[in-house]
Protein backbone atom coordinates (compact mmCIF):
# COMPACT_ATOMS: atom_id res chain seq x y z
CA UNK A 1 0.00 0.00 0.00
CA UNK A 2 1.04 3.69 -0.55
CA UNK A 3 3.55 5.24 2.53
CA UNK A 4 2.89 8.11 3.79
CA UNK A 5 6.15 9.93 6.50
CA UNK A 6 5.80 12.41 9.06
CA UNK A 7 8.55 13.73 10.70
CA UNK A 8 9.41 14.35 12.94
CA UNK A 9 8.12 11.12 15.05
CA UNK A 10 8.62 13.03 18.75
CA UNK A 11 9.00 16.60 19.49
CA UNK A 12 9.23 18.16 23.22
CA UNK A 13 9.31 22.40 22.92
CA UNK A 14 8.88 24.80 25.15
CA UNK A 15 5.79 26.92 25.73
CA UNK A 16 5.35 29.88 23.22
CA UNK A 17 7.43 28.11 20.53
CA UNK A 18 6.61 27.11 17.43
CA UNK A 19 6.75 23.48 15.82
CA UNK A 20 6.62 22.75 12.04
CA UNK A 21 5.18 19.07 11.47
CA UNK A 22 6.22 17.62 8.19
CA UNK A 23 3.57 15.03 6.27
CA UNK A 24 4.91 13.36 2.85
CA UNK A 25 3.34 10.66 0.48
CA UNK A 26 6.67 8.40 -0.60
CA UNK A 27 4.83 6.80 -3.52
CA UNK A 28 1.58 8.32 -4.56
CA UNK A 29 0.75 11.70 -5.47
CA UNK A 30 -1.90 13.01 -2.40
CA UNK A 31 -3.94 15.65 -3.80
CA UNK A 32 -5.58 16.05 -0.87
CA UNK A 33 -3.99 15.52 2.90
CA UNK A 34 -5.82 15.78 5.96
CA UNK A 35 -4.79 16.80 9.44
CA UNK A 36 -5.90 14.86 12.70
CA UNK A 37 -5.43 15.53 16.68
CA UNK A 38 -5.67 12.79 19.01
CA UNK A 39 -5.65 13.44 22.51
CA UNK A 40 -4.71 10.73 25.09
CA UNK A 41 -7.97 7.96 25.04
CA UNK A 42 -9.65 9.97 22.53
CA UNK A 43 -11.12 9.07 18.61
CA UNK A 44 -8.94 11.16 15.92
CA UNK A 45 -10.29 14.69 15.32
CA UNK A 46 -10.47 16.17 12.00
CA UNK A 47 -8.41 19.72 12.56
CA UNK A 48 -8.54 20.51 8.27
CA UNK A 49 -8.19 18.82 5.15
CA UNK A 50 -5.73 20.72 2.64
CA UNK A 51 -5.24 20.72 -1.24
CA UNK A 52 -2.44 21.15 -3.16
CA UNK A 53 -1.97 24.86 -3.98
CA UNK A 54 -5.77 25.64 -1.82
CA UNK A 55 -6.12 27.25 1.22
CA UNK A 56 -6.76 24.68 4.14
CA UNK A 57 -10.51 23.88 5.23
CA UNK A 58 -10.45 24.25 8.94
CA UNK A 59 -12.78 22.10 11.47
CA UNK A 60 -14.58 24.67 13.71
CA UNK A 61 -13.47 25.14 16.29
CA UNK A 62 -9.89 25.09 14.78
CA UNK A 63 -7.73 28.16 15.24
CA UNK A 64 -6.32 28.57 11.47
CA UNK A 65 -3.82 31.28 12.73
CA UNK A 66 -2.50 29.06 14.91
CA UNK A 67 -2.14 25.90 13.06
CA UNK A 68 -0.88 26.68 10.06
CA UNK A 69 -0.94 24.45 6.93
CA UNK A 70 0.98 24.85 3.47
CA UNK A 71 -0.29 22.19 1.31
CA UNK A 72 2.80 23.18 -0.97
CA UNK A 73 3.41 20.37 -3.34
CA UNK A 74 1.57 16.73 -3.96
CA UNK A 75 3.68 14.84 -2.00
CA UNK A 76 4.08 17.40 1.16
CA UNK A 77 1.78 18.99 3.60
CA UNK A 78 3.30 20.44 6.67
CA UNK A 79 1.06 21.65 9.88
CA UNK A 80 2.82 24.88 11.90
CA UNK A 81 1.58 25.24 15.56
CA UNK A 82 2.42 28.54 16.22
CA UNK A 83 2.87 29.89 19.87
CA UNK A 84 2.55 26.16 21.16
CA UNK A 85 0.83 26.13 24.89
CA UNK A 86 0.54 22.50 26.87
CA UNK A 87 -3.23 22.56 25.77
CA UNK A 88 -1.77 21.96 22.46
CA UNK A 89 0.16 18.93 23.79
CA UNK A 90 -1.22 15.98 21.54
CA UNK A 91 -0.51 12.99 19.10
CA UNK A 92 -0.80 14.72 15.23
CA UNK A 93 -1.52 12.15 12.54
CA UNK A 94 -1.60 13.38 9.18
CA UNK A 95 -3.30 11.32 5.96
CA UNK A 96 -2.78 11.55 2.18
CA UNK A 97 -5.38 10.78 -0.42
CA UNK A 98 -5.54 10.67 -4.32
CA UNK A 99 -7.20 12.51 -6.67
CA UNK A 100 -10.34 10.43 -7.26
CA UNK A 101 -11.99 11.99 -4.14
CA UNK A 102 -12.94 8.28 -3.14
CA UNK A 103 -9.28 7.19 -2.31
CA UNK A 104 -8.22 5.27 0.67
CA UNK A 105 -6.81 7.55 3.25
CA UNK A 106 -3.07 6.66 4.38
CA UNK A 107 -2.25 7.52 7.42
CA UNK A 108 1.56 8.68 8.64
CA UNK A 109 2.77 7.46 12.10
CA UNK A 110 2.02 10.22 13.96
CA UNK A 111 4.02 12.97 15.68
CA UNK A 112 3.73 12.98 19.13
CA UNK A 113 3.92 16.92 20.69
CA UNK A 114 4.63 17.96 24.15
CA UNK A 115 4.60 21.34 25.06
CA UNK A 116 6.36 21.83 28.61
CA UNK B 1 -23.19 16.43 9.59
CA UNK B 2 -22.24 12.92 9.27
CA UNK B 3 -21.95 11.17 13.02
CA UNK B 4 -20.44 7.88 13.91
CA UNK B 5 -20.68 5.68 17.14
CA UNK B 6 -19.14 2.99 18.47
CA UNK B 7 -20.16 0.36 21.20
CA UNK B 8 -18.70 -0.99 23.71
CA UNK B 9 -15.99 2.05 24.41
CA UNK B 10 -14.16 -0.15 26.53
CA UNK B 11 -14.21 -3.95 26.16
CA UNK B 12 -12.43 -6.21 28.50
CA UNK B 13 -12.78 -10.59 27.08
CA UNK B 14 -10.78 -13.51 27.98
CA UNK B 15 -9.22 -15.28 25.43
CA UNK B 16 -11.05 -17.84 23.48
CA UNK B 17 -14.70 -15.61 23.61
CA UNK B 18 -16.19 -14.28 20.83
CA UNK B 19 -17.34 -10.60 20.79
CA UNK B 20 -18.85 -8.11 18.49
CA UNK B 21 -18.05 -4.32 18.12
CA UNK B 22 -21.41 -2.29 16.61
CA UNK B 23 -20.83 1.14 14.82
CA UNK B 24 -23.52 2.93 13.38
CA UNK B 25 -23.90 6.07 11.17
CA UNK B 26 -26.10 8.79 10.92
CA UNK B 27 -26.13 9.45 7.35
CA UNK B 28 -25.16 7.75 3.56
CA UNK B 29 -21.90 6.93 3.69
CA UNK B 30 -20.09 6.03 0.59
CA UNK B 31 -17.38 3.85 2.44
CA UNK B 32 -16.86 2.25 6.13
CA UNK B 33 -13.22 1.57 7.50
CA UNK B 34 -12.28 -0.30 10.36
CA UNK B 35 -8.49 0.30 11.93
CA UNK B 36 -6.57 -1.02 14.26
CA UNK B 37 -4.27 1.32 16.76
CA UNK B 38 -1.89 0.05 19.23
CA UNK B 39 -0.64 2.44 22.09
CA UNK B 40 1.77 5.10 21.12
CA UNK B 41 1.52 4.42 17.07
CA UNK B 42 -0.82 5.18 14.11
CA UNK B 43 -3.88 3.69 12.61
CA UNK B 44 -3.46 0.53 10.84
CA UNK B 45 -5.82 -0.29 8.57
CA UNK B 46 -8.17 -3.71 8.36
CA UNK B 47 -11.00 -3.14 6.39
CA UNK B 48 -12.87 -1.10 3.60
CA UNK B 49 -16.55 -1.93 3.41
CA UNK B 50 -18.02 -0.68 0.36
CA UNK B 51 -21.49 -1.60 -0.70
CA UNK B 52 -24.27 -3.56 1.29
CA UNK B 53 -24.25 -6.42 2.89
CA UNK B 54 -20.50 -6.79 2.36
CA UNK B 55 -18.52 -9.09 4.50
CA UNK B 56 -14.54 -9.56 5.32
CA UNK B 57 -12.08 -11.55 7.28
CA UNK B 58 -8.71 -11.71 7.83
CA UNK B 59 -7.93 -14.07 10.72
CA UNK B 60 -9.93 -13.84 13.83
CA UNK B 61 -11.69 -10.67 12.56
CA UNK B 62 -14.71 -10.31 10.32
CA UNK B 63 -16.58 -6.76 9.37
CA UNK B 64 -19.91 -6.37 7.87
CA UNK B 65 -21.75 -3.60 6.60
CA UNK B 66 -25.73 -3.12 6.33
CA UNK B 67 -26.25 0.25 4.79
CA UNK B 68 -30.17 0.18 5.25
CA UNK B 69 -29.54 0.07 8.59
CA UNK B 70 -26.38 2.73 8.71
CA UNK B 71 -24.49 -0.23 10.63
CA UNK B 72 -21.09 -2.41 10.60
CA UNK B 73 -20.11 -4.98 12.90
CA UNK B 74 -16.44 -6.51 14.11
CA UNK B 75 -16.84 -9.09 14.83
CA UNK B 76 -14.28 -11.46 17.15
CA UNK B 77 -13.43 -15.08 17.21
CA UNK B 78 -11.82 -16.84 19.80
CA UNK B 79 -9.56 -14.05 21.20
CA UNK B 80 -6.39 -14.15 22.03
CA UNK B 81 -4.05 -11.54 23.70
CA UNK B 82 -2.50 -10.16 20.16
CA UNK B 83 -6.17 -8.83 19.34
CA UNK B 84 -5.56 -6.27 22.38
CA UNK B 85 -5.59 -2.57 21.01
CA UNK B 86 -7.81 0.16 20.29
CA UNK B 87 -10.06 -0.38 17.26
CA UNK B 88 -12.37 2.32 15.51
CA UNK B 89 -14.29 2.86 12.26
CA UNK B 90 -14.69 5.26 10.35
CA UNK B 91 -17.44 6.48 7.56
CA UNK B 92 -16.42 8.50 4.83
CA UNK B 93 -18.50 11.26 3.76
CA UNK B 94 -18.44 14.20 2.01
CA UNK B 95 -16.54 17.47 2.87
CA UNK B 96 -17.94 20.26 3.88
CA UNK B 97 -16.50 22.78 1.37
CA UNK B 98 -17.67 21.79 -1.74
CA UNK B 99 -14.63 23.40 -3.56
CA UNK B 100 -12.66 20.21 -2.14
CA UNK B 101 -11.83 17.02 -4.06
CA UNK B 102 -11.56 15.03 -1.20
CA UNK B 103 -14.05 12.96 0.64
CA UNK B 104 -13.90 13.10 4.96
CA UNK B 105 -13.41 10.31 7.00
CA UNK B 106 -15.77 10.52 10.31
CA UNK B 107 -14.36 8.48 13.42
CA UNK B 108 -16.31 6.46 15.82
CA UNK B 109 -15.19 6.59 19.69
CA UNK B 110 -12.87 4.19 19.27
CA UNK B 111 -13.15 0.55 21.48
CA UNK B 112 -10.74 -0.27 23.58
CA UNK B 113 -10.57 -4.06 23.31
CA UNK B 114 -8.53 -5.82 26.45
CA UNK B 115 -7.88 -9.25 26.08
CA UNK B 116 -6.71 -11.26 29.15
CA UNK B 117 -5.09 -14.37 29.03
Known amino acids: GAVVSQHPSRVICKSGTSVKIECRSL??????MFWYRQFPKQSLMLMAT?????????EQGVEKDKFLINHASLTLSTLTVTSAHPEDSSFYIC????????????FGPGTRLTVL | ELKVEQNPLFLSMQEGKNYTIYCNYS?????LYWYRQDPGKSLESLFV?????AVKQEGRLMASLDTKARLSTLHITAAVHDLSATYFC?????????????????FGGGTRLMVKP
Open chain 1, 27 to 32: DFQATT
Open chain 2, 90 to 106: AALGRSRDFNNAGNMLT
Open chain 1, 95 to 106: SGQGSTGTDTQY
Open chain 1, 50 to 58: SNEGSKATY
Open chain 2, 27 to 31: TTSDR
Open chain 2, 49 to 53: LLSNG
